[in-house]
């Protein structure tokens, strides 16, 4: 059974920082590309950032400079360090995992909030 479980959302002031962590299980981690995704309310599921096995990323670019993803294969964990955070990144945050061999594949984690405020 494939699990991908966020964790580390929660409230942060303007300007703040937040790190999201993704454990996932029931997959072949390295066979998979891992990605972020948030959707705001009332908004689309919109991409955030990526990273391979070999650990190339790809940044939409309202993360650009601001989100760091990394990931541990031996953990089977993905991250994203996010900084400079801004309200109009309130958003759930969703942990993707895409196959490489099967790249119609996709699971998702369940979420977690982020709230940007005052």
């Known amino acids: 059974q494939v699990q991908l479980v966020e964790s580390g959302g929660g409230l942060v002031q303007p300007g703040g920082s937040l790190r999201l962590s993704c454990a996932a299980s029931?997959?072949?981690?390295?066979?998979?590309?891992m990605g972020w995704y948030r959707q705001a309310p009332g908004k689309q599921r919109e991409f955030v950032v990526s990273i391979t096995s070999g650990h190339s990323i790809n940044y939409a670019d309202s993360a650009k400079g601001r989100f760091q993803i990394s990931r541990d294969n031996d953990k089977n964990t993905v991250y994203l360090q996010m900084s400079s955070l801004k309200p109009e990144d309130t958003a759930v945050y969703y942990c993707n995992a895409q196959s490489v061999l099967v790249d119609t594949l996709h699971y998702w984690g369940r979420g977690t909030q982020v709230t940007v405020s005052s």
């Open positions: 029931g997959i072949s981690f390295r066979l998979h590309v």
